[in-house]
């Protein structure tokens, strides 16, 4: 009878001991995944990305589960060019990794693989997503500038590539040379998205604005006037054309019609604290400097750095003799400045 009944302890302890061993196994593998998983970040932090890329795929052999380990060997692949075998991978892991660190490099890797071949509608919402999820992040930030700058190349290919005879060419091309500084073609392309589409809003208000950016003369203003005028009879919501008419006007010395843009200006947008800088200096040409003095009040109000608001304030204080508020508004707005080169330098500091 004994005999018989040691047969099945001995087959339980056999059992035992194979869970025993199975256990430390397990425990021993998870352990050296561990270790090799540290190895292959050191390895990847220090630009090994061939030997980081093998030691993760090694770790996955131990540890095919590994969120860690998943997302390094996608963004090494990714580090070395292989976007086409990654790229749906660290989408995932962007979305879905617990780790923030690698959620953030993930979509910071998924953006470039689908900006390299022009995926915008793709990598926009992901880079808006980072941004969101990274505020003040220097290489999201970094990803954001290259990532919008490559958009914008691809799109004015397209668009000359595709509708090389559009107005929108022709607008794209005005606004290209403005940066470069060379206003009279600007002038001319405008013009001749003009001709190719007369209704077209903001076309004029741009003709206008670059007409005075080549030149600030006599003739220029009337020319600027002209296409203000045009685009406020397209559309007279336009409180930014009615703001540059208004300018304009003043320079002409046309301070009632001035005035009245400028007024305009402020219904349609009443928080438009350009406008209000130019209407003060209508209204202390027209001799009300308190009228004068309410407006550029409001208008440091709204935008404490506006440089304008603060130097007309204190050059009617001056003209006025008060020279205690002169003071009090120059030390202001020296306040202002350093307060705003101190935010610069804490951004700085903080990168």
């Known amino acids: 009878m004994r005999g018989r009944l040691r047969h099945p302890y001995a087959k339980l302890k056999e059992v035992r001991l194979l869970f025993c061993v199975l256990a430390c196994t397990v425990r021993l593998l998870a352990q050296n995944a561990e270790a090799l998983l540290s190895d292959g970040v050191e390895q990847f932090k220090n630009g090994k990305y061939a030997a980081a890329l093998d030691t993760f795929t090694a770790v996955l052999k131990l540890s095919p589960a590994d969120a860690r380990a998943i997302a390094y060997e996608q963004l090494t692949r990714a580090v070395l060019g292989d976007c086409s075998r990654t790229l749906n991978e660290l989408v995932l892991q962007a979305k879905r990794n617990p780790d923030p660190d690698l959620r953030r490099r993930s979509g910071i890797y998924a953006v470039r693989c689908l900006a390299a071949r022009n995926d915008f509608p ?3 919402p992901l880079l808006a997503d980072l941004l969101n999820r990274n505020p ?21 290919f397209e668009l000359f590539q595709r509708e090389p005879s559009s107005y929108r060419a022709n607008q794209l091309s005005a606004e290209i040379l403005q940066t470069q500084g060379r206003f009279a073609e600007a002038v001319a392309q405008l013009q001749k998205a003009i001709e190719r589409n007369p209704t077209a809003l903001q076309l004029h208000e741009q003709l206008g604005r670059a007409v005075l950016r080549e030149s ?30 208004g300018r304009v006007l003043f320079s002409q010395q046309k301070q009632e019609e001035a005035a009245a843009r400028l007024e305009q200006a402020l219904t349609l947008r009443p928080l438009f604290p350009e406008a209000m800088v130019v209407l003060a200096r209508v209204r202390d040409a027209q001799k009300q400097p308190e009228a004068a003095i309410k407006l550029l009040r409001k208008a440091t109000e709204i935008s404490p750095g506006l440089e304008g608001a603060h130097t007309e304030l204190i050059r009617i204080y001056k003209e006025l003799g008060n020279i205690k508020e002169a003071q009090r508004e120059q030390a202001e707005w020296d306040k202002q400045k350093k307060a705003t080169a101190n935010e610069a330098l804490d951004r700085l500091r903080e990168k």
Request: hydrophobic content about 45%.
């Open 122 to 124: 793709e990598a926009l």
């Open 136 to 156: 003040g992040d220097a290489d999201v930030i970094y990803e954001a500038a290259e990532t919008f700058n490559r958009a914008f190349n691809y799109s004015i």
């Open 216 to 245: 600030s003369g006599p003739e220029s203003q009337e020319k600027a006037r002209a296409a203000f005028d045009a685009e406020l009879t397209l559309n007279p919501q336009n409180a930014a054309a009615q703001f540059e008419l």
